[in-house]
């Protein structure tokens, strides 16, 4: 979510002024790796519950699925092939998460109930960064990303704290106890 608020200045900072076209095309995928951060974990449900044979048939469907998206994509240029691999991808998050959710006994409202709070959280961050901004455009882009990071980092933690405190604080006992 933060990668999406601040994909102008993160893409002037780390790549360069000459980039500045990658920043749309970022903004689709940071959605996308949002949800695939939550989706390679089906691959390990099937592995660990002893159905590789699931494991690869999700891969043979989802492939040529994932390729066609792309390629309808291409006809709108490298925001279509962003666009098209970002449908593609969240029609098959579904498709493979309720098929590893059948191994695990975990029924999809209880998935969507665990994602909630930190969704919320999530978007919360998101609409703080979008409204801060315009506020910093003044600034170089360096500065930008540093606020930007530095209050959405602020803004997801203490949001967190309050939605999901009991895992907040096992976060910050972990964290502790690595000292």
């Given at each position: 979510g933060g990668l999406f608020a601040l994909a102008d200045p993160f893409v002037?900072?780390?790549?360069?002024?000459?980039?500045?076209?990658?920043?749309?095309?970022?903004?689709?995928?940071?959605?996308?790796g949002m949800l695939q951060s939550i989706g390679t974990t089906m691959g390990t449900i099937y592995l660990v519950t002893g159905n590789p044979g699931v494991a690869l048939r999700v891969t043979l469907i989802a492939a040529p699925i994932l390729i066609g998206g792309i390629a309808i994509g291409l006809v709108?240029?490298?925001?279509?092939?962003?666009?098209?691999y970002a449908i593609a991808s969240l029609s098959l998050f579904y498709y493979t998460a309720i098929k590893a959710f059948h191994f695990i006994d975990l029924r999809l409202p209880e998935f969507h109930k665990t994602l909630l709070r930190p969704?919320?959280?999530t978007l919360a961050m998101v609409i703080l960064?979008?409204?801060?901004?315009?506020?910093?455009?003044?600034?170089?882009?360096?500065?930008?990303?540093?606020?930007?990071?530095?209050?959405?980092?602020?803004?997801?933690?203490?949001?967190?704290?309050?939605?999901?405190?009991?895992?907040?604080?096992?976060?910050?006992?972990?964290?502790?106890?690595?000292?």
């Open positions: 002037a900072v780390v790549f360069g002024p000459n980039w500045t076209a990658v920043a749309p095309i970022l903004k689709i995928l940071a959605w996308v709108w240029g490298i925001n279509g092939v962003a666009i098209g969704s919320i959280s960064l979008v409204i801060l901004t315009p506020q910093l455009k003044l600034m170089t882009p360096l500065y930008q990303l540093l606020i930007g990071s530095m209050s959405g980092l602020a803004a997801y933690v203490c949001i967190s704290t309050i939605l999901n405190r009991a895992q907040m604080m096992s976060l910050f006992k972990i964290i502790s106890n690595l000292k």
